[in-house]
RNA sequence: GCGCCCAUAGCUCAAUUGGAUAGAGCGUUUGGCUACGGACCAAAAGGCUGUGGGUUCGACUCCUACUGGGCGCACCA
């Protein structure tokens, strides 16, 4: 069990009053001449008991007790504030090492079913920075939430059907005539980026010019197997990883898609209007009706999206969430107000937006833009900067905060990367442990460093961290505490020697240290990131 | 015009989602390499948290009105 979730135990018992277990905040205060953990529960209990919370605060404290407190103090305006004992932090080293890659786990999340969708980048391209961002949010909330305990199912939608497709392969098959030196053009709302031609040229390597009578449905289909493996490449050489790939074209292939337009019109929520079919989405959160079947006959991308979510539902998750970019906020109303005509719970689907990131290159912005095909892929960026340093990066910062990205400075200072600091303190660890031979010894008599505590405190948080992670839906927190601890082992590091001739001594801190490389990596492979042994 | 999001040190970002004296990195300044890896450590300077009101024991956090930015507002996806 967690720290917090022991101490919250405690508390309660310590009560009055019956209070539910969640309402007893537990807290870390940033002064830690406040205590290793504080609560504010005295303040919440002023109206029931019709006092004051320095004196409430007071009554409880001395009925705090167990054996990983070492004492109780009440604070004014009416903290109550809790002090770990030294011989409960130094025993956690040694639980530590025991639970190795599990340390941090919990079942917090009760094995319940959820699904993440994320990326699920339109297949007329391949990934540029802005897909990163998303990628590495899915990914990294997948890992955190799967180590909390939830069963999660990492997904990626393939919108392969509807009039993109027709467009990528009207822009593949007009590059292609340009191979075979012939005019050609490509439309208004066609694809104009690099890769286009590079898949032209591949054809066109491949069959020479023998297939300048075929459709636009056969570049089509060729485009579109090159661009999905050229994506799932990407994702993978990101660290970036799916158990379901979803194909849009394999829900009309089910009947997916006509059986939910035949479950709206049943529900009476559709009615036809200059000759198109239209939800009544603004019966509920929609500011405005949506069109689900236009004049001509074919579908909006909306039907087929309701038949995606509903389907995700109906394969059992007891939650679902989508993990999308600012541009499609306006979304969240129709899908959830779809959903709810159709019986499901909305609220059991979450919509996590990311602000976007915008683009620099010397300072200046690139637009991103279809006309021109101008951006920075994915590939580019892994290439300047690495993996670890990419993913630390987006995973670094809060999904709201709208990120500038400049590739330039990103060069530059990839040496200054956060992800540096951290991986040194793991390579002198390793460093440590290999000059070392001797025995790693399991009591801890002569540790007595403050700074020591101070890292045994910290380690012993992580399971709460990574709950909150989860909970939360924040992995920004993981990579906040990865960099904590790393700082706090360059502290140790320089305050005392480790390796010594004092077998005993030496002994006790190698098991020290092995612990808090355990906490590091475990926190890294939350979010993606390998951490080098030798820089 | 309407809707969603944002505004914190010179710059890039945090702040345990309402807690105690708002913290890091970069940059600037000072000190430390005969300590196992100096890509590090110790320290200083830097803030009316965009502005004005409000809510309460307590506000960067919630409400409200402004100011300034991003993104939406399709029979595109």
């Given at each position: 069990?967690?720290?917090?979730?022991?101490?919250?135990?405690i508390i309660k018992n310590s009560l009055p009053v019956d209070v539910e277990i969640d309402e007893i905040m537990i807290e870390i205060p940033k002064d830690r001449s406040n205590g290793d953990y504080s609560t504010n529960i005295a303040f919440l209990l002023t109206k029931r008991l019709k006092s004051?919370?320095?004196?409430?605060?007071?009554?409880?404290?001395?009925k705090i007790v167990s054996e990983m407190i070492e004492r109780v103090e009440?604070?004014?305006?009416?903290?109550?504030?809790?002090?770990?004992n030294k011989s409960f932090l130094l025993k956690s080293?040694?639980?530590?090492?025991?639970?190795?890659?599990?340390y941090g786990s919990s079942d917090y999340g009760r094995n319940r079913k959820i699904n993440i969708e994320y990326v699920s980048a339109n297949p007329t391209g391949i990934l540029h920075i802005g897909h990163g961002r998303g990628a590495v949010y899915g990914d990294n909330l997948s890992s955190i939430m799967a180590f909390a305990g939830f069963d999660i199912t990492r997904e990626y939608y393939i919108n392969d059907a509807g009039n993109q497709m027709y467009n990528l392969g009207v822009s593949i098959k007009g590059r292609y005539k340009e191979q075979c030196g012939?005019?050609?053009?490509?439309?208004?709302?066609?694809?104009?980026?690099?890769?286009?031609?590079?898949?032209?040229?591949?054809?066109?390597d491949f069959y020479k010019d023998s297939k300048l009578n075929e459709s636009v449905e056969f570049f089509k289909k060729e485009g579109l197997d090159i661009l999905i493996n050229e994506i799932k490449k990407d994702l993978d050489r990101f660290r970036v990883n799916f158990d379901v790939f979803t194909s849009e074209q394999s829900l009309y292939d089910r009947g997916l898609v006509d059986r939910t337009l035949d479950k709206?019109?049943?529900?009476?929520?559709?009615?036809?209007?200059?000759?198109?079919?239209?939800?009544?989405?603004?019966?509920?959160?929609?500011?405005?009706d949506r069109v689900l079947v236009k004049k001509d006959g074919n579908y909006t991308y909306l039907l087929p999206d309701i038949a995606y979510h509903s389907d995700k539902f109906d394969r059992g998750f007891s939650g679902l969430i989508d993990v999308l970019g600012a541009?499609?906020?306006?979304?969240?109303?129709?899908?959830?107000?779809?959903?709810?005509?159709?019986?499901?719970?909305?609220?059991?689907l979450d919509i996590r937006i990311l602000q976007m990131v915008r683009l620099l290159r010397n300072g200046e912005e690139i637009k991103l833009s279809k006309r021109t095909g101008k951006t920075i892929t994915l590939n580019e960026l892994i290439d300047e900067v690495g993996v670890n340093a990419a993913r630390y990066f987006f995973a670094s910062k809060?999904?709201?905060?709208?990120?500038?990205?400049?590739?330039?400075?990103?060069?530059?200072?990839?040496?200054?990367?956060?992800?540096?600091?951290?991986?040194?303190?793991?390579?002198r660890i390793t460093s440590i442990m290999r000059n070392y031979q001797g025995k790693i010894l399991s009591d801890f008599s002569t540790i007595d460093n403050e700074i020591a505590y101070t890292i045994m405190n910290k380690l012993i948080e992580f399971e709460d961290v990574v709950i909150a992670a989860a909970q939360k839906g924040l992995p920004h927190l993981i990579t906040n505490y990865l960099y904590d601890v790393a700082g706090l082992f360059h502290s140790y590091y320089a305050s005392e020697k480790i390796i010594t001739d004092d077998n005993v001594y030496t002994g006790q801190r190698i098991a020290f240290i092995k612990a808090i490389q355990i906490v590091m990596n475990n926190a890294a492979r939350l979010i993606g990131i390998i951490l080098r042994d030798e820089m």
């Amino acid at each position: 069990m967690s720290i917090k979730r022991q101490l919250q135990h405690i508390i309660k018992n310590s009560l009055p009053v019956d209070v539910e277990i969640d309402e007893i905040m537990i807290e870390i205060p940033k002064d830690r001449s406040n205590g290793d953990y504080s609560t504010n529960i005295a303040f919440l209990l002023t109206k029931r008991l019709k006092s004051n919370p320095l004196v409430i605060a007071n009554n409880i404290k001395d009925k705090i007790v167990s054996e990983m407190i070492e004492r109780v103090e009440a604070s004014a305006p009416g903290f109550i504030n809790i002090f770990l004992n030294k011989s409960f932090l130094l025993k956690s080293i040694n639980k530590i090492i025991e639970k190795n890659k599990s340390y941090g786990s919990s079942d917090y999340g009760r094995n319940r079913k959820i699904n993440i969708e994320y990326v699920s980048a339109n297949p007329t391209g391949i990934l540029h920075i802005g897909h990163g961002r998303g990628a590495v949010y899915g990914d990294n909330l997948s890992s955190i939430m799967a180590f909390a305990g939830f069963d999660i199912t990492r997904e990626y939608y393939i919108n392969d059907a509807g009039n993109q497709m027709y467009n990528l392969g009207v822009s593949i098959k007009g590059r292609y005539k340009e191979q075979c030196g012939l005019s050609y053009e490509i439309p208004e709302n066609g694809y104009h980026g690099s890769e286009i031609i590079d898949i032209a040229t591949k054809i066109y390597d491949f069959y020479k010019d023998s297939k300048l009578n075929e459709s636009v449905e056969f570049f089509k289909k060729e485009g579109l197997d090159i661009l999905i493996n050229e994506i799932k490449k990407d994702l993978d050489r990101f660290r970036v990883n799916f158990d379901v790939f979803t194909s849009e074209q394999s829900l009309y292939d089910r009947g997916l898609v006509d059986r939910t337009l035949d479950k709206l019109k049943n529900a009476g929520k559709c009615y036809i209007e200059d000759g198109a079919l239209w939800l009544k989405t603004s019966d509920l959160y929609d500011e405005k009706d949506r069109v689900l079947v236009k004049k001509d006959g074919n579908y909006t991308y909306l039907l087929p999206d309701i038949a995606y979510h509903s389907d995700k539902f109906d394969r059992g998750f007891s939650g679902l969430i989508d993990v999308l970019g600012a541009d499609h906020h306006g979304y969240i109303n129709r899908i959830k107000t779809s959903l709810e005509f159709l019986g499901y719970d909305a609220s059991k689907l979450d919509i996590r937006i990311l602000q976007m990131v915008r683009l620099l290159r010397n300072g200046e912005e690139i637009k991103l833009s279809k006309r021109t095909g101008k951006t920075i892929t994915l590939n580019e960026l892994i290439d300047e900067v690495g993996v670890n340093a990419a993913r630390y990066f987006f995973a670094s910062k809060s999904l709201d905060t709208q990120m500038d990205f400049d590739l330039d400075l990103a060069v530059k200072n990839s040496n200054d990367n956060p992800v540096y600091y951290i991986e040194y303190a793991n390579a002198r660890i390793t460093s440590i442990m290999r000059n070392y031979q001797g025995k790693i010894l399991s009591d801890f008599s002569t540790i007595d460093n403050e700074i020591a505590y101070t890292i045994m405190n910290k380690l012993i948080e992580f399971e709460d961290v990574v709950i909150a992670a989860a909970q939360k839906g924040l992995p920004h927190l993981i990579t906040n505490y990865l960099y904590d601890v790393a700082g706090l082992f360059h502290s140790y590091y320089a305050s005392e020697k480790i390796i010594t001739d004092d077998n005993v001594y030496t002994g006790q801190r190698i098991a020290f240290i092995k612990a808090i490389q355990i906490v590091m990596n475990n926190a890294a492979r939350l979010i993606g990131i390998i951490l080098r042994d030798e820089m």
